[in-house]
């Protein structure tokens, strides 16, 4: 019997020179508690987890954390600059964190608007100039644009995160073909960020070729959490196998699927 497992063995998920087994990434925010986050987390597979810095608490040991809950050997924590508006806020966000953690990994996150909370992308290239220089491995969350992410590639980030739809909408992929164009403009990683709704948005995204995929409120809004996280392992899992078989061509008319030679022909 084939495993799953042994298809991917070769299919490495890495970046910044760290290898990784799962393709899925999951957040922290809007769990009913840490404990529920740290199910939700294994059952999902996940071996990177992103964290809202100015919401989550990773920093003080005097008040219930999140690391308390989740081994940071066993799992990358990758804290994330969410609810910052500026280049500087970002800057300082991220600085405060090493500080704390010691982890010099950032999701940087310079949103231009409180609606749709969609990036600023000035904003976010300036930010992403200073921490590459300060040593960071930066992966910033950015519009779903090949011009854009060519020049946070160019600058330095070691990955780009490109969204589905906006934060929280749950209306899954909108544009493939600008995740199709990222994916040719650049050699670092492309993560899908933003915008999943079920586990069924995934695999259409994971099928394009895009080498991860990060979800949060999915998870947590879900009726039962723990199923969603389990559904979406296999649904990322699903997705690059796809990928990596080769869908067939579409096509305008029906072809048989049985082969027509020998089948007598009548006028």
Known sequence: MLDWENLLQDDIFEIAGRKFKSRLIIGSGKFKSFQQNKEVLEASGAEIITVAVRRVNITDPSRENL????????????????GCYTAEEAVNTAMLAREATGIN??????????KTLLPDMEETLKAAKILVK??????????????YAKKFEDIGCAAVMPLASPIGSGLGLQNPYNLIFIKEAVSVPVIVDA????????????????DGILTNTALAEAKDPIKMAVAMKYATIAGRLAYLAG???KRTYAVPSSPMKGVPFKE
């Open 195 to 210: 915008g999943i709704g079920s586990a069924t948005d995934i695999p259409p995204v994971m099928e394009l070729g895009v």
């Open 134 to 147: 300060e040593g960071f491995v930066v992966l910033p969350y950015v519009f779903d644009d090949p011009v």
């Open 67 to 82: 690391l308390d809950y989740i081994d940071p050997k066993k799992y990358l924590i990758l804290p994330n600059t969410a």
């Open 247 to 249: 869908r067939m061509p």
């Open 105 to 114: 990994w950032i999701k940087l996150e310079v949103i231009g608007d409180k």
